[in-house]
C-alpha cells in the first residue's frame, strides 16, 4: 500500500482520496481551507457528494485517511503527490492561472527527495513539461480528470479511460493504483506525453462544448423559424453516428470546466490557425445574446430567474450561463428576481433573491428555467425554458 498526499480537497482531490483510502492506502490530503480539513478530520465530505459521504460512514472500511495544511512534515515519506487545486483561466492573461500547481509543486519539491508528483488539475499544453524543465526535475506527470460534478466518485470508480502522461519510472505504479481504484474490469489506460495527456482532456471538454453549442444553435435556429426543436433534434440524433444523447438544448454551456479549459484550448493555438474552437467560445455567447433578445419580445419588465444552478442537482453555480444571461438582460434594462434556496442572502451580486416560491411565481412576469422542474408546473404558461428532453 502507498503513502499517497492529495493536495486540494475539492471535487477531484476528495473523490480520488476516499477511494484510494477504500483500498488500504495511506493518504494524506492537504488544503489551505481549514474549515475543510476540520470536517475531514470529523468524515464529513466539505464538497456536495453523498457518495464521499457514505464511504466516510461506512463502518466497514477502516480508512486510512486524515486532514491538514500543507507543511514540510506533511511532504515527507510520500510514495505518491496527487496535486489537485484550482486553475482558473485568466482572461487578462489569456492563460491559465496555474500559480496554485506551481506553488504546490515547488513546495513538495523543496521539502522531498522522493516521489511521483501527478498534476490532475488541468493545464495548458506543454505545463507538464515546462514545469519539470524549469524546475531541473523529471519527477512531474499529468494524469487528466474527467469526473463530473455530483458523481465524481462513481465516474472514478467507473473511469471511461485512465491517462497517464509523462514518462517516469513510477507512471506505470501510478496507473495502477488508478486501475486498483475503479469497479470496472480492464478498465483502457493510455500512456502518452505529458503533452499529449494534456491535450487530451482539453480538447475532450472543447468536444463537450461543441455539442452543446451546436444543439443550442440548432434550438436557436428552431424558434426564430416557429419549427419543432424537439422534432428536429430527433430527426438528426437517430443517426448512430450522431446519437441521442448529449443533445437537450439549454442556455448555454457552462459549470466550472467548459467555459474556461475551451478559452485555453484556443490560447494553445496561438498560431496555428483554426475557425472551430473559437467558433465554440463564440457561439456560447450569440446563443444567450439571441435568448436575451427573443425574451425582450415579450416587452417584460421583471423576469424572475428560477435558480442559479444549470442541472438539477448541482450544488453550486460556477461558471452558470444562466448568471450571464441575467448580467445580459439588466444590459437591456431588464429587472430580475431570482429564486435560488442555495443562497441565504436577500442579494447576490446586487440582484435580489426571492426566498419564498409562491411570492416568486407572484412576482415575475416571465420564468426562466434552464432546465424543466416540477416546482414550475403550476406556471407552465409564463416559464420560459429550452430543456426539451428533461434531462441534464
Ligand atoms: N470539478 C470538476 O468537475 C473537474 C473535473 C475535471 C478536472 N477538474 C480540474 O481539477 C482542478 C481542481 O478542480 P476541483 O473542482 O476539484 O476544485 P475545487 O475548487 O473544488 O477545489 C480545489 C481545492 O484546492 C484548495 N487549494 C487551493 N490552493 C491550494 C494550495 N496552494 N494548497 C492546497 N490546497 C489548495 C482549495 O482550498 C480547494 O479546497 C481544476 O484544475 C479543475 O479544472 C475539475
Known amino acids: 500500500m502507498a503513502n499517497i498526499a492529495v493536495i486540494g480537497a475539492g471535487y477531484v482531490g476528495m473523490s480520488l482520496a476516499v477511494l484510494l483510502a477504500k483500498s488500504g492506502h495511506y493518504i ?166 505529458s503533452s499529449e495527456a494534456e491535450a487530451i482532456k482539453l480538447f475532450s471538454n472543447t468536444f463537450l462544448a461543441m455539442r452543446v453549442a451546436f444543439f443550442n444553435e440548432l434550438d436557436s435556429f428552431a424558434l426564430a423559424k416557429n419549427l419543432h426543436a424537439k422534432k428536429i433534434i430527433d430527426g438528426v440524433s437517430l443517426d448512430p453516428r450522431i446519437g441521442r444523447y448529449y443533445n437537450n438544448p439549454s442556455f448555454g454551456y457552462g459549470g466550472y470546466c467548459l467555459p474556461k479549459d475551451t478559452k485555453q484550448l484556443l490560447s494553445n493555438y496561438s498560431d496555428i490557425p483554426q475557425e472551430l474552437i473559437g467558433a465554440i467560445i463564440s457561439a456560447n455567447e450569440t446563443r444567450k445574446d439571441f435568448l436575451v433578445n427573443h425574451i425582450k419580445l415579450n416587452k417584460i419588465k421583471v423576469v424572475g430567474v428560477y435558480r442559479l444552478i444549470m442541472k438539477e442537482k448541482s450544488k453550486n453555480f460556477r461558471g452558470s450561463a444562466v448568471i450571464d444571461l441575467i448580467k445580459k438582460l439588466c444590459d437591456q434594462g431588464i429587472s430580475v428576481i431570482i429564486f435560488e434556496p442555495l443562497i441565504d442572502k436577500s442579494e447576490y451580486l446586487g440582484w435580489k433573491i426571492c426566498k419564498n416560491l409562491n411570492d416568486f411565481k407572484l412576482q415575475s412576469q416571465l420564468i426562466i428555467s434552464n432546465r424543466r422542474t416540477k416546482d414550475l408546473e403550476d406556471v407552465k404558461e409564463k416559464t420560459f425554458t429550452r430543456d426539451i428532453f428533461g434531462v441534464n
Open 28 to 193: 494524506h490530503i492537504l488544503d489551505i481551507d481549514t474549515s475543510k480539513i476540520k470536517k475531514i478530520n470529523l468524515k464529513e465530505s466539505p464538497i456536495d457528494e453523498i457518495e464521499v459521504n457514505n464511504i466516510f460512514q461506512d463502518k466497514k472500511l477502516n480508512l486510512k485517511l486524515e486532514a491538514a495544511k500543507p507543511s514540510s512534515k506533511a511532504y515527507k515519506n510520500k510514495d505518491f503527490f496527487i496535486v489537485a487545486t484550482p486553475t482558473d483561466f485568466n482572461d487578462g492573461s489569456n492563460f491559465f492561472d496555474t500559480s496554485s500547481v506551481e506553488k504546490v509543486v515547488i513546495d513538495i519539491l523543496k521539502h522531498s527527495s522522493k516521489g511521483l508528483i501527478v498534476i490532475k488539475s488541468t493545464v495548458p499544453v506543454g505545463f507538464t513539461n515546462d514545469l519539470n524543465e524549469r524546475l531541473g526535475t523529471n519527477r512531474i506527470i499529468f494524469s487528466p480528470e474527467f469526473l463530473r460534478e455530483g458523481q465524481a466518485v462513481n465516474d472514478n470508480l467507473h473511469p471511461s479511460r485512465i491517462v497517464v502522461g509523462g514518462n517516469c519510472k513510477d507512471s506505470k505504479l501510478f496507473s495502477k493504483i488508478l486501475v486498483g481504484i475503479s469497479d470496472t474490469k480492464d478498465p483502457e489506460v493510455l500512456f502518452v506525453s
